[in-house]
Nanobody, 123 residues
Framework: QVQLVESGGGLVQVGGSLRLSCAFSGRTITGYAMGWFRQAPGKEREFVAAISWSGGNTYYADSVKGRFTMSRDNAKNTVDLQMNSLKSEDTAIYYC????????????????WGQGTQVTVSS
């Protein structure tokens, strides 16, 4: 059974940066594409970013493109989300996810979800 544990959330001012990390355990990480989703208060959960099993391909929601960067270290079983130029609308709970294909992450066909980490951007 895969376990995903997020860390790195917190409170930051508009324009600031945060780096989220996700620790993967239970199976071989290279068998999975990884991603991040988020859910803001009163809104539906939405796709943020995805990365292929090798790290060779990344995908981003238009709302974060150019500001967020997703990466993975398969040797350390971790994935990161570097978030720069944060806006108040980035405030949400961020979830690390795993799926067997990148396309499945993009389409929300997720096999495993983390518990989430809160990101709050204040103005």
């Amino acid at each position: 059974q895969v376990q995903l544990v997020e860390s790195g959330g917190g409170l930051v001012q508009v324009g600031g940066s945060l780096r989220l990390s996700c620790a993967f355990s239970g199976r071989t990480i290279t068998g999975y594409a990884m991603g991040w989703f988020r859910q803001a208060p009163g809104k539906e959960r939405e796709f943020v970013a995805a990365i292929s099993w090798s790290g060779g391909n990344t995908y981003y929601a238009d709302s974060v493109k150019g500001r967020f960067t997703m990466s993975r270290d398969n040797a350390k079983n971790t994935v990161d989300l570097q978030m720069n130029s944060l806006k108040s609308e980035d405030t949400a709970i961020y979830y690390c996810v795993a799926a067997t294909r990148s396309g499945f992450v993009l389409n929300g066909r997720i096999d495993y979800w983390g518990q989430g980490t809160q990101v709050t951007v204040s103005s």
